[in-house]
């Protein structure tokens, strides 16, 4: 029996499969963190169980952005028919991460891209899609709240994992500013 709807024309199953594996890699995060923590008799154990999951899965996205530059910059390359691109600043690397690696994992790309021109960069997603389904039954508090504990750490993996495989060193960090609101604060040391 055909489908009526191409789902794979859109690429509605890939962006809800990487929407389900960051929740499972949250959970699983949490899980893990947990059983450590217990075993290792921590005396600060909420702060250290936060401290331990926040890594684990900031250092999982860490690992797909280092890996995803050099896939990124190949289909590029297949695009436009030349060499890789050349990097010769830093804001121009922001800007292939706000439009090229932005549209190719999310289907879109950044809405703004500020910099103060002295490494600072902030990047703003007005309806980031791997948080905008997240629904507590608590209520709009406890959904920020679980945001900020457990989901926004995987896509700041990815960006430090861009940057770093791109030779910039950076701190990335996230805030949600307004529900489904993300800015992504990054710092280079160039």
Not at 76 to 104: A, H, L, R, Y
Request: net charge negative.
């Amino acid at each position: 029996m055909p489908l009526e709807y191409d789902l794979l024309a859109d690429n509605t199953i890939n962006k809800s499969c990487l929407e389900y594996l960051l929740i499972e890699t949250a959970s699983i995060s949490h899980e893990a963190t947990v059983q450590v923590c217990d075993n290792e008799n921590v005396r600060d154990h909420e702060q250290a169980k936060a401290s331990a999951e926040g890594n684990l899965t900031e250092e999982i996205g860490y690992n797909i952005g280092l890996k995803l530059v050099d896939y990124l910059l190949y289909l590029q390359k297949g695009k436009n028919g030349t060499g890789t691109p050349k990097f010769d600043q830093v804001v121009n690397i922001m800007k292939f991460v706000c439009k090229n690696v932005w549209e190719s994992l999310f289907g879109r790309q950044i809405d703004n891209l500020r910099t103060n021109h002295r490494g600072t960069y902030v990047l703003v997603d007005r309806s980031f899609t791997m948080i905008s389904r997240l629904d507590s039954p608590l209520g709009v508090q406890d959904t920020l709240n679980q945001t900020r504990k457990h989901y926004l750490w995987y896509p700041c993996g990815i960006i430090r994992g861009l940057l770093e495989s791109l030779d910039i060193d950076s701190t990335v960090q996230a805030e949600v500013t307004e529900f489904p609101s993300v800015s992504f604060h990054i710092q280079t040391s160039k």
